[in-house]
């Protein structure tokens, strides 16, 4: 499988292909009142475990995500913020980083100018959506986050960068950097907060981000957990690792685990035993690793949305404005879309009549996966109708039509009458 490009508008085509190529775990929690669960639209994880643990024991956990403030947010951009605002009703402390150094590094787009994008099209969408209060934050004014980059940047170098990215010799540093940023702003809630469990909530194409900075946040760490039938924790950083070994096995011990074998030569500690509770085992270890080393984090997990398809084709993106739909939309320009948008039906309508559509592979369907069907009853009797012939592809678009207008319509007077909350959250952030 090739490389996946975060920045490009391909769509991807094999899921199951793509969770065995990059070691992705299908996602099989079922979250309660979350429609991408309930609907199977999240592809994978990585340790959404420990975000389920965290949910169900009410622990401290982290919601991260970002927005590259290059245009208009869009119906591919609303599901990655619908999963973020309900992390933050189950309890996560939530963290918004705005890419703007991104969006100057590829899209040329500069910082003042990202910043009124960030808020006219997308902080106000959120807070219309339901966003309460969090860390809300520029890149650019975030000295936190380009100090901890600088200290990352020293644990990848440009042939891993090429590797998971397929860089080319002329790209820009900042734009090779980007990724390195981002990676700060994952793990920057644990560095400079306390080590917790940390969801990063993605649409497919991301998950580069995520392997680089799982990777990352190991070679940071001198307690790393293992895949292991019992517990194994291998030892990293340089000198003397006596001490280290000491505090792994007091955490060890602390849950339970009595027998522990110490193999000096490979620098592990291992047990046949498992702790009780794996994320307080991951916790206890990294705030234990602290004492000795500033970085100690959990490796972040991630919910793996599929990609929604943009209305002719292809992955919804702001970079084909013809197949995409921005928030920002009237109702009427939506709506034309719509009706010019591909189907999964026949060539007439007698043919659907007689064997039906295909809602599978149908981008309006997916509007209703995504966006359009509040319930899941009518989700079903949009599916049923089409697979027996009985809804044609035109009532079809009509109904998804009139449902964008009333969605739209709906997120436009709550954005006007947010505006007057813009300044809070960006003094939230600011004071962090």
Known sequence: MENIDPWGASQIKNYAAMREHFGIDE????????????????????????????????????????????????????????????????GAELHIAVADLESY????????????????????NYIAMGLKPCNFYFQSENSKVQKFANVISNEVNFSEMKSIYGFEDSKKMLEINSPIIQASD??????????????????????????????????????????????????????????????AEEVMRRHGITKIMRNRKYRILESPESPDSMISFSIDLAKA?????????????????????????GKMSKSVPDSTISLNETPVEAGKKIMRALTGGRESIEEQRKLGGNPYSCPVY????????????????????????????????????????NMLTDLKEKREASRHLVKEFLEFGSSQ
């Open 366 to 405: 997916e509007l209703y996966m995504y966006h359009l069907s509040r319930d899941s009853a009518h989700l079903k009797k949009v599916e049923e109708e089409c697979l027996s012939g009985e809804r044609l592809c035109g009532s079809c678009k009509k109904e998804a039509s009139d449902l964008m207008g």
């Open 27 to 90: 996602f099989n929690f079922n979250l309660e009142n979350n429609r991408f669960s309930e609907r199977s639209l999240i592809m994978g994880h990585r340790d959404f475990n420990l975000i389920q643990s965290a949910m169900e024991k009410k622990m401290k956990f982290y919601a991260m995500t970002g927005l590259m403030p290059s245009g208009e947010m869009h119906l591919g951009n609303k599901a990655v913020m619908e999963m973020m605002i309900y992390f933050q009703s189950r």
């Open 289 to 313: 690793e602290r004492e000795h080393n500033p970085y100690a984090a959990i490796p972040p997990s991630s919910a793996i949305l599929r990609l929604e398809t943009g209305i002719k084709g």
């Open 186 to 247: 994952i793990l920057s809630p644990q560095v400079y907060g306390e080590p917790a469990p940390t969801i990063v909530p993605i649409g497919a194409d991301q998950d580069p981000h995520i392997r680089l900075t799982r990777d990352i946040t190991q070679r940071l760490s001198m307690l790393r957990i293992q895949e292991s039938r019992g517990t194994r924790i291998s030892i990293g950083g340089r000198g003397d690792t006596h001490i280290l070994e000491d505090i």
């Open 105 to 124: 590094a590829t899209r040329d787009i500069d910082l003042i100018s990202a910043k009124d994008i960030a808020v006219e099209n997308f902080l106000l």
